[in-house]
Nanobody, 119 residues
Framework: VQLQASGGGLVQAGGSLNLSCLASGLSFDRYAMGWFRQTPGKEREFVAAISSRSSTTWYADAVKGRFTISRDNAKNTAWLQMHSLKLEDTGVYFC?????????????WGQGTQVTVSS
């Protein structure tokens, strides 16, 4: 199983980025997908999740109204659209796949993509 996250980069505060997570080696439409982020010295924190058939989404309070998670099961891909980015959104963003929406640590994880928001 591989989860390949991409789309990170350097953006000014207030800008936008669109992260992608391409999955292979699993029955994608059977897995919930999610995004977490981590900054140095902090634990990995939940950002957003989407159920296997896109019927339900969840967001951390810090990103509600600014981020949108979506997926296309035909393309084995999940996205995280990020708007109105803030300095505190800086971090390494990881995508994850799990058979449950709990997005457990024992699920599958991608390698991470760096997002840096500058002032």
């Amino acid at each position: 199983v591989q989860l390949q996250a991409s789309g990170g980069g350097l953006v000014q505060a207030g800008g936008s980025l669109n992260l992608s997570c391409l999955a292979s080696g699993l029955s994608f439409d059977r897995y919930a997908m999610g995004w977490f982020r981590q900054t140095p010295g902090k634990e990995r924190e939940f950002v957003a999740a989407i159920s296997s058939r896109s019927s339900t989404t969840w967001y951390a309070d810090a990103v509600k109204g600014r981020f949108t998670i979506s997926r296309d099961n035909a393309k084995n891909t999940a996205w995280l659209q990020m708007h109105s980015l803030k300095l505190e959104d800086t971090g390494v963003y990881f995508c994850t796949a799990d058979e449950t929406v709990a997005l457990r640590p024992e699920g599958y994880w991608g390698q991470g993509t760096q997002v840096t928001v500058s002032s």
